[in-house]
């Protein structure tokens, strides 16, 4: 099972900004830089995480976005739910006026099974993301597009 692009996207997103905010609030254009993800979807994706209460856009000289919750109190499940973009594994549509207990079983186990999944999403927090010690043992390191256009400079200015 996969998140969507758009899912995975947003996490990474709000991820740096969890990691990054403490030197104030994020710009979108930083969180491209380093994530690789393009500026019109940030823009669209941060309309939605906005929307949803996850995030505060700062304005003026040295705006921004920045969390609206601490990073422990933001789960997977709640950036999923901001964006709309369920995890919804249900393969049969429940025809208007149907109630729960006329449901095919297998549609039922599809939904328990959906639940169970938000409800794992749920507990994990950017926090827990953040304090990672792989994350943390690359959040020591250079960026490496930085590392990779320093080094291309001095090759070029050195013929």
Do not use: C
């Amino acid at each position: 099972m996969k998140l969507s692009t758009k899912g995975r996207f947003a996490i990474t997103a709000m991820m740096d900004i969890a990691i990054h905010e403490r030197g104030g609030p994020v710009t979108l254009i930083g969180i491209s830089e380093r994530q690789g993800i393009s500026m019109s979807y940030l823009e669209q994706m941060f309309a939605r995480l906005r929307k949803g209460g996850l995030v505060e856009g700062i304005r003026g000289p040295g705006g921004g976005y920045r969390l609206a919750r601490r990073p422990e109190q933001v789960s997977v499940a709640d950036i999923i739910d901001a964006l709309g973009d369920t995890m919804n594994l249900n393969r049969l549509k429940q025809p208007p006026g149907d109630s729960e207990t006329e449901l095919p079983l297998t549609e039922r186990l599809w939904q328990e099974f959906d639940q169970k999944l938000h409800d794992f999403l749920d507990g994990i927090t950017l926090d827990q993301f953040a304090n990672h010690p792989e994350v943390q043992k690359v959040m020591g390191k250079p960026d490496l597009r930085q590392h990779r256009a320093r080094h291309h400079f001095i090759f070029d200015n050195a013929a």
